[in-house]
């Protein structure tokens, strides 16, 4: 018996683990166009060489489907559901391994401000959290992660300016 209740107790603590990845930028663009471009997956492959577009509902609560192809590591496809809709300012999903919460969860967030002189600030960022998050990090894949997030940053950037 007590042998469950401390599984239990580690799991529990466990599933509590996270760490985040981020990248944060200033594009030399006004925030609704910063906005419309995150949202529109359809043109991801005009700007974006790590993300691609599989289908899916863009709306709030919708789920995507969308293909992780980052140099150094084995490309992966993923169905997140849409967890972060706040207009022209937070667009957010959620990937679970398994579909079990709190086991791995990856929840992605674009993360926008409007900083005058029709400047953005974009927050790329990643909280990844779960039983097997401390396991996870440790992956030749998370340890990639934020160069790139800067990449794909860089990318939006080159693209927005043109």
Avoid: C
Avoid at 18 to 24: G, I, K, L, S, W
Avoid at 45 to 72: D, I, T
Avoid at 75 to 98: H, L
């Amino acid at each position: 018996m007590w042998i469950l209740i401390t599984v239990l107790l580690v799991l529990l603590l466990l599933s509590r683990t996270q760490f985040e990845v981020r990248h944060d930028i200033e594009l030399d663009a006004p925030l609704e166009k910063v906005w419309e471009t995150i949202l529109d997956f359809k043109q991801y492959h005009r700007w974006n060489s790590q993300l691609s577009y599989l289908g899916g509902e863009v709306v709030p609560g919708g789920r995507l489907h969308l293909k992780l192809a980052v140099a150094g590591a084995t490309p992966y496809e993923f169905k997140p559901d849409v967890s972060q809709w706040k207009e022209r300012a937070v667009f957010g999903w959620i990937a679970r391994t398994g579909g079990i919460p709190r086991l791995f969860d990856g929840e992605h967030f674009f993360e926008m401000n409007d900083i005058g002189n029709g400047k953005t600030r974009l927050v790329n960022r990643e909280v990844y959290r779960g039983v097997l998050s401390l396991l996870m990090q440790q992956l030749p894949m998370m340890k990639l992660a934020p160069q790139g997030f800067e990449r794909m940053n860089q990318e939006l950037k080159v693209y927005l300016e043109a």
